[in-house]
Antibody, heavy 117, light 107 residues
């Protein structure tokens, strides 16, 4: 079964850091671009970042550039999102997703990040 | 960034109705548009990609059309399990962007 499972969410103070992980199974992880997408409470979907199969290309939404870093370990079938200098507006459910031609065809269940003092 | 304007933001409909949701891109995106369905507390589910290609396993009552700047998602005969929020997403260029969503509620 093709599956993505996120972990690493939690409560963090403003200015703090958090590292999200996404474990992939059931498909050849190294063959796909991967994404992080977030959803603030009661709001719509917001794309956060993409990473190429070999990690050589990365793209970010402007609001997280310089603060978040997407990475992957193909040997461990894992995707990561290092989040630094967190702000209240980063509070959201964070999903990892598999990317086909640009559309996201497999999604994890999400992990919740709350930034609050 | 390409802005995606989705309308309506919500609608009320009955089982059996035909429902249409539209997305308009701020510039041409060819057919690089996907549609997703999201139910409360769940991850989004891909319905349609390349503007009109039905994802495997998605019922044929869902269809998509359009190219350039104007796109439509149609549910031909609304079923109870279709009450959800729908999003469109462009993947023509970075940053990838989503429409604001359309909540389909029971009338």
């Amino acid at each position: 079964e093709v599956q993505l499972v996120e972990s690493g969410g939690g409560l963090v103070q403003p200015g703090g850091s958090l590292r999200l992980s996404c474990a992939a199974s059931g498909f050849t992880f190294s063959s796909y671009w991967m994404s992080w997408v977030r959803q603030a409470p009661g709001k719509g979907l917001e794309w956060v970042a993409n990473i190429k199969q070999d990690g050589s290309e990365k793209y970010y939404v402007d609001s997280v550039k310089g603060r978040f870093t997407i990475s992957r370990d193909n040997a461990k079938n894992s995707l990561y999102l290092q989040m630094n200098s967190l702000r209240a507006e980063d509070t959201a459910v964070y999903y990892c997703a598999r990317v086909m031609s640009g559309e996201m065809d497999v999604w994890g269940q999400g992990t919740t990040v709350t930034v609050s003092s | 960034a390409i802005r995606i304007t989705q309308s309506p933001s919500s609608l009320s409909a009955s089982t059996g109705d035909r429902v249409t949701i539209t997305c308009r891109a701020s510039q041409g995106i060819s057919s690089y548009l996907a549609w997703y369905q999201q139910k409360p507390g769940k991850a989004p589910k891909l319905l349609i990609y390349a503007a009109s290609t039905l994802q495997s396993g998605v019922p044929s009552r869902f269809s998509g059309s359009g190219s350039g700047t104007d796109f439509t998602l149609t549910i031909s005969c609304l079923q109870s399990e279709d009450f959800a929020t729908y999003y469109c997403q462009q993947y023509y260029s970075y940053p990838l962007t989503f429409g604001g969503g359309t909540k389909v509620e029971i009338k």
